[in-house]
Every structure is written in structure tokens, then in C-alpha cells.
């Protein structure tokens, strides 16, 4: 099949949908297909796939959930794109965040293709598809096949959308955290290593970890935080550090992937504390791989991955006394936090991008039948590729 991956997001800047695109298109390439993907881009930046990458206008910042959406605003794309895909007569157009400004939405206005969505965000507030909702109804009936990566993703966008949705999750690269990551040989000095990974944005909780760490330093010296993950500490951050002044909190700022799997390596414990508005949880996923515990917050996106007790803790949100007193746990009982990590690294092998691409294709086929039936009544279906 030909296969046309259009993401809303600067494909030259990092980030969960960016990554999630990048990846699939990879996978169903092995696969045999034909995957060009369209995206926004930064023209002073460095794509990481620059054969099948097709730019699409130029990125602006704009907030978003606590965060910043680099998208394309150029309406001089509407004829760009209509030539385009006229010129290429891609089979499927899977667009992520559909809905999301502006190529997903000129795409499918110009798409005479199988339209396949994937909604990727989740947050506490109806805020993304409430503005604009009578508009955009229109293009999300355009597509012929919706997915979700999560339950937590399906129940915010089926409360504007009420449809029929198709769960695929998102994969991770497995054997990149599991397999030959050599832990930084400065932290192995018989301390226990806690982890967090993520952007520095208030959304990621990191304050209620900092609070948490703090506490605990006091009463288990032997311990250490590392936080890796691009951006500046917040005003409460640096009160908490200024404040208590804890030891061993080492700021790593954002590191490349492949130091990312050392860190995880490095890490005897994982913690996500997240304040909510996450869909899925990628980092939780790379900490299992690493075969690392995980202590959590008990939000959606999150507690639809972790069991609590099976493959970690979870804690509720914003309580830096439960999130304290699960890190001891696991620090004062470390044959249990491996029994976690074991557990979980063979949890993880279901997202394994093989197994997910395969379920995408497998929709892909599902919706070009369903098409193909409405179109002629006939019952015929595309016969799938062996």
C-alpha cells in the first residue's frame, strides 16, 4: 500500500506524536509498504528521516496543555497539498491528531483516500475540541477508520465525538532499553538511584517529586535523584531545592536517546509523577523495558499501563506523602522493586513496534474493506498482502 503519514507537529523537533510517526512509518516500511511522511518542519533544523520526509510549511510555536505545539498556520499549503496528493494517489492517509491545526485538517479536505485518525492527546478540560467544534465536525466525519492510543485518549475525544474507536497503543523500541545500555559508571556507588524523565513543565510534577526527595534525603541518606529532561526548573522547583537544600540531585538537562538508555540503566527506580492531561505513559514503557519499577501517579493515562503492586506503585496525584512513602518502600524492600522491574519488562513486550505496526496494518485492511463494501455493495474486500 502507499501510505501517507501526516502528523500536525514539526517533524524536526522531538516529542511523543513525532516519535509515534517516525516509528510507525519505520515499521511499515519493513512491512513492504510505501510511507512518506508529511509534517511541518524547521528549515534550520536537521530531519532524522530525510528520504521518506515530505515538508510541509514552516512550524510556530503555540501553547498547548501546559505545553508548546510547534504547527504550521500557512494557508498557502490548501493548493500545495491538493497537488500533492492528486500527484501521488497515496491508498491511506493516517493523520495524527486530526482535528489538530492546520495540515491534518487541508488534508482531508483534499483526500480522496482511505482516512484513517489517530487522537493521541488527553486532557483534564475539553478545551482542544470544545473551540471550533460545529467547524471541525465536518472533518472528522471525513475519516473512514478512528484509533486510539489509549482509553484515556478515546473517552476525551469521544465526549465531542461520540463514534466507535479502535484501541492500538503506542510502541516502544524495546530492545534500545533492554539490551546493552551500560549504567554511568559516576552514579554506581552504591546509592539508590531515583529517576525522572520528562519535560521540565509543571504538567510532569516534578516540584511534588522534589518535595517528596527531599523528604525522604532526610531520613535515607543514601539515596539520589536524577532529572533528565529538556527545560528550566520552575519557580517552585528552586524555592523547594533553595529551601531544603537536599544532596544528590543531579539535573541532567535533555540528553540524546541513546544516553537516555544508560540513564535508565543507571536508575534503580522510576518516578512519573504527573499531574495529569497524559494520554499514555512512553516513559513508563522505557522504564519497564530497562526492567526498572516504577512509582506513579494515579492518573489516566497512567494507571491503564501500571498495575499497582504488579508492575509498581501508584500514588495519588499531588501527594508528596504517598509518593515518599512508596519511593521508601521500594528502597527499603529492593528484592521486591526487582520482582516489579521482572515483571514488567515481560509486560512490555506487547508494545513492542513490530506487534503494534501490525495491528495498525491490520485496521488499515479492516477499514479499506469496509470502504470497498460501501462503495459497491458487492461485500469485496481488499485481499490483505501476505
Same mark, same amino acid.
Given at each position: 500500500? $502507499?501510505?501517507?503519514m501526516v502528523s500536525?507537529?514539526?517533524f524536526?523537533?522531538p516529542?511523543?506524536?513525532?516519535?509515534?510517526?517516525?516509528q510507525?512509518?519505520?515499521? +511499515?516500511?519493513?512491512l513492504? @509498504?510505501?510511507?512518506?511522511?508529511?509534517?511541518?518542519?524547521?528549515?534550520?533544523?536537521?530531519?532524522?528521516?530525510p528520504d521518506?520526509?515530505? =515538508?510541509l510549511g514552516r512550524?510556530v510555536?503555540v501553547?498547548?496543555?501546559?505545553?508548546i505545539?510547534?504547527?504550521?498556520?500557512?494557508?498557502?499549503?490548501?493548493?500545495k497539498?491538493r497537488?500533492l496528493?492528486?500527484?501521488e494517489?497515496?491508498?491511506i492517509?493516517h493523520l495524527h491528531?486530526?482535528?489538530?491545526?492546520i +495540515? =491534518?485538517?487541508?488534508?482531508?479536505?483534499?483526500?480522496n483516500?482511505?482516512n484513517?485518525?489517530?487522537?493521541?492527546?488527553?486532557?483534564n478540560?475539553?478545551h482542544?475540541?470544545?473551540?471550533?467544534h460545529?467547524?471541525? $465536525?465536518r472533518? @472528522?466525519?471525513?475519516?473512514?477508520?478512528?484509533?486510539?492510543?489509549?482509553?484515556?485518549?478515546m473517552s476525551?475525544?469521544?465526549?465531542?465525538?461520540?463514534?466507535?474507536y479502535?484501541?492500538i497503543p503506542?510502541?516502544?523500541?524495546?530492545?534500545?532499553f533492554?539490551?546493552?545500555?551500560?549504567?554511568? =559508571?559516576q552514579?554506581?556507588d552504591?546509592k539508590t538511584?531515583?529517576?525522572?524523565?520528562?519535560?521540565?513543565?509543571k504538567r510532569?510534577g516534578l516540584?511534588?517529586?522534589?518535595q517528596?526527595?527531599s523528604? +525522604?534525603k532526610w531520613? +535515607?541518606?543514601?539515596?539520589?535523584?536524577?532529572?533528565?529532561?529538556p527545560?528550566?526548573l520552575?519557580?517552585d522547583? @528552586?524555592?523547594i531545592l533553595g529551601?531544603?537544600?537536599p544532596q544528590?540531585?543531579?539535573?541532567?538537562g535533555?540528553v540524546?536517546?541513546?544516553?537516555?538508555?544508560r540513564?535508565?540503566?543507571?536508575?534503580?527506580?522510576?518516578?512519573?509523577?504527573?499531574?495529569?492531561?497524559e494520554?499514555?505513559?512512553?516513559v513508563?514503557l522505557?522504564?519497564?523495558?530497562?526492567? $526498572?519499577?516504577?512509582?506513579?501517579?494515579?492518573i489516566?493515562g497512567y494507571n491503564g499501563?501500571?498495575?499497582?503492586g504488579?508492575?509498581?506503585?501508584?500514588f495519588?496525584?499531588?501527594?508528596?506523602e504517598?509518593?515518599?512513602?512508596?519511593?521508601?518502600?521500594?528502597?527499603?524492600n529492593?528484592?521486591?522493586?526487582?520482582?516489579?522491574g521482572k515483571t514488567?519488562?515481560?509486560?512490555v513486550?506487547?508494545?513492542r513496534?513490530?506487534?503494534?505496526? $501490525?495491528?495498525?496494518?491490520?485496521y488499515y485492511?479492516?477499514c479499506i474493506?469496509?470502504v470497498?463494501q460501501?462503495?459497491?455493495?458487492?461485500?469485496?474486500?481488499?485481499?490483505?498482502?501476505?
Amino acid at each position: 500500500m $502507499k501510505v501517507a503519514m501526516v502528523s500536525p507537529y514539526d517533524f524536526t523537533w522531538p516529542g511523543g506524536v513525532t516519535a509515534h510517526v517516525s516509528q510507525l512509518a519505520r515499521e +511499515l516500511n519493513l512491512l513492504g @509498504h510505501q510511507v512518506q511522511v508529511l509534517a511541518p518542519h524547521s528549515p534550520s533544523r536537521e530531519c532524522a528521516e530525510p528520504d521518506t520526509f515530505v =515538508p510541509l510549511g514552516r512550524s510556530v510555536p503555540v501553547p498547548s496543555g501546559g505545553s508548546i505545539a510547534r504547527v504550521s498556520l500557512s494557508w498557502w499549503l490548501y493548493r500545495k497539498i491538493r497537488d500533492l496528493l492528486e500527484r501521488e494517489s497515496f491508498d491511506i492517509i493516517h493523520l495524527h491528531e486530526p482535528l489538530a491545526p492546520i +495540515l =491534518p485538517l487541508f488534508v482531508l479536505e483534499h483526500s480522496n483516500a482511505v482516512n484513517i485518525g489517530t487522537f493521541h492527546a488527553y486532557y483534564n478540560r475539553q478545551h482542544l475540541y470544545r473551540l471550533g467544534h460545529p467547524i471541525v $465536525k465536518r472533518w @472528522h466525519q471525513r475519516l473512514h477508520g478512528r484509533i486510539a492510543v489509549s482509553p484515556a485518549a478515546m473517552s476525551y475525544v469521544q465526549r465531542r465525538f461520540p463514534m466507535e474507536y479502535k484501541i492500538i497503543p503506542n510502541g516502544i523500541d524495546v530492545d534500545h532499553f533492554a539490551q546493552g545500555a551500560e549504567p554511568w =559508571p559516576q552514579f554506581q556507588d552504591g546509592k539508590t538511584n531515583i529517576l525522572f524523565v520528562g519535560r521540565l513543565e509543571k504538567r510532569k510534577g516534578l516540584k511534588y517529586l522534589l518535595q517528596a526527595y527531599s523528604r +525522604l534525603k532526610w531520613e +535515607l541518606p543514601n539515596i539520589r535523584l536524577i532529572v533528565v529532561g529538556p527545560g528550566n526548573l520552575d519557580k517552585d522547583s @528552586h524555592r523547594i531545592l533553595g529551601a531544603s537544600n537536599p544532596q544528590d540531585v543531579v539535573l541532567a538537562g535533555r540528553v540524546s536517546y541513546d544516553h537516555l538508555a544508560r540513564y535508565y540503566a543507571t536508575a534503580d527506580i522510576f518516578c512519573a509523577p504527573a499531574t495529569g492531561s497524559e494520554s499514555f505513559g512512553i516513559v513508563l514503557l522505557e522504564a519497564m523495558a530497562a526492567g $526498572k519499577p516504577v512509582v506513579a501517579s494515579d492518573i489516566d493515562g497512567y494507571n491503564g499501563i501500571i498495575r499497582h503492586g504488579r508492575q509498581g506503585l501508584l500514588f495519588p496525584k499531588r501527594d508528596t506523602e504517598a509518593m515518599a512513602s512508596a519511593l521508601r518502600f521500594l528502597v527499603l524492600n529492593p528484592d521486591l522493586a526487582q520482582q516489579l522491574g521482572k515483571t514488567g519488562r515481560m509486560m512490555v513486550e506487547q508494545y513492542r513496534w513490530s506487534s503494534v505496526a $501490525k495491528q495498525v496494518e491490520s485496521y488499515y485492511y479492516d477499514c479499506i474493506a469496509t470502504v470497498k463494501q460501501q462503495q459497491d455493495g458487492s461485500g469485496y474486500a481488499w485481499q490483505r498482502a501476505v
